[in-house]
């Protein structure tokens, strides 16, 4: 097997065997090359101490990022290679990093150290492949198995066990069945885990070819229940409608899977609906129905995506579509759709159609979506024509209002919102002199 490296990586495998050191490529970017993917990072690990490798790789950039770990970046290029000093791990007493590191000569004691087959293998071009532990074999089968005891590999770090679950859904591969019953027993242990950290394995759960694999098997492992117990709520709760043929989460699992691969929307996606087993009522004839579950999934969304720590701009793009992913179902007038633009906001609308596309579709695949396609189409129209849509798109501001005569902060901006309602009506008259015209009406009827 021959693994082409960048330049930069030989190099300083270069060095280090010049000055009598051993160096490997290992971990993900082994894999990914097996597997003929392109490596997002290219990690290497030596026998070589840490203090060493500060000396001998001084004719690169050498950042010391981590040198208690035997971590440190050498930085070609801008790009930055992360080299690390074989080492057996010290006892885990917070799920998390071990107490101390021991540093060794055996590469085969490090590789013993790391969480699955599959990440655990190495290469240089002296030695080849180097897989102690079945990696090449997992691949082959397409199986996710820790190297050696799985409760003792999740103990040492409980995020292992959302990997796991990662790994599984981009790969497709399945969780080998002592390591699916390990992350079972230990799945309590992911609340100890940061919110970023769990934001981050979620989000690339998300954004896999079909994130509906890893959803299903958050459940199946009882990891789901702690990190989304709001989603929990709808695995297997009947909508007792005749226009629903799955259940809650079934349905958001095919919407999440039939969105294009974008976070923003496969997050829209998973949220849409989560608000339903909250607003569940049923009538006189036994039929189920969820009025106002969009409000209620919207708050929902929002107070989950504060507590997973995500930024604030995507909390405000995320709760938007869900909020209003059921807006335009009814025929909206050109100043409806102008509200709803504004609502939703211009660089997020599309994404509006898509979910509403991906969730009329997931009810029933041969079900009309003309009226969506016609409201995008509408859309596209005012948003190529450029009509004003908000405050900020009026040929007038506030120090043109206090030129006027109108000097109360409040007072300013309840006549701004009067015009923009004006104009979103009628955008003709969305020039200044008109406007002023409208603010010296506005002022005589005060």
């Known amino acids: 097997m021959n693994i082409q490296m960048p330049p930069a990586v030989y190099k300083i495998l270069k060095v280090l065997n010049f000055n009598g050191y051993n160096g490997h490529i290992v971990g993900g970017c082994v894999r990914d090359s097996i597997l003929k993917k392109k490596p997002n990072d290219w990690d290497i690990c030596t026998n070589c101490t840490p203090k060493k490798m500060l000396d001998i790789l001084s004719c690169f950039t050498v950042i010391p990022t981590g040198l208690k770990h035997g971590t440190v970046t050498v930085v070609i290029n801008g790009e930055n290679y992360e080299i690390t000093t074989y080492r057996i791990d010290g006892e885990y007493k917070d799920g998390r990093r071990p107490e101390n590191v021991q540093f ?54 409980y995020l292992r066990m959302l990997r796991g679950v990662r790994f599984s859904t981009q790969l497709e591969y399945n969780l080998d069945k002592e390591t699916f019953n390990a992350i079972n027993k230990l799945s309590k242990n992911i609340v100890d885990i940061s919110v970023e950290r769990i934001r981050v394995e979620l989000n690339k759960i998300l954004i896999s070819h079909t994130p509906s694999k890893g959803l299903n098997l958050l459940n199946d492992i009882n990891l789901l229940k702690h990190i989304l117990p ?191 309602q004006i104009i979103l009506e009628k955008p003709k008259l969305n020039t200044k002199e008109s406007l002023i015209n409208i603010v010296k009406k506005i002022k005589l009827d005060i």
């Open 104 to 157: 060794t000569n055996q590469l085969k004691e490090d590789l013993k150290r790391r969480d699955f087959t599959i990440n655990a293998m190495a290469y240089n071009d002296k030695d080849g492949l180097i897989d102690y532990y079945g990696g090449i074999k997992d691949i082959h089968d397409k199986i996710i198995r820790c190297v050696g005891d799985p409760i003792k590999r999740f103990n040492e770090d």
């Open 230 to 420: 709001e989603l929990k709520e709808s695995v297997g709760f009947n909508q007792q409608n005749p226009n629903h043929n799955k259940d809650v989460f079934n349905h958001i699992l095919d919407v999440v899977d039939n969105t294009e691969n974008d976070l923003i929307l496969r997050l829209s996606a998973l949220f849409h609906d989560i608000g339903k087993p909250e607003t569940f009522s049923l009538d006189t004839n036994g039929v189920g129905h969820f009025y106002k579950h969009h409000t209620k999934s919207a708050e929902i969304t929002k107070k989950v995506m504060k507590r997973l720590k995500y930024d604030n701009e995507s909390i405000n793009k995320v709760t938007n579509l869900v909020k209003e992913h059921m807006s335009g179902y009814d025929e909206l007038s050109d100043i409806g759709l102008k509200r709803l633009i504004n609502r939703v906001g211009a660089d997020n609308i599309y994404n509006l159609f898509k979910l509403q596309i991906a969730d009329t579709k997931s009810i029933d695949t041969e079900r009309d979506i003309s009226s969506i396609i016609n409201l995008r189409n509408r859309v596209e129209r005012i948003l190529k024509e450029k009509q004003p849509l908000s405050i900020k798109d009026l040929e007038i501001n506030g120090h043109d209002l206090i030129e006027n005569g109108i000097t109360e902060g409040k007072e300013i901006g309840t006549i701004l919102n009067e015009l923009l």
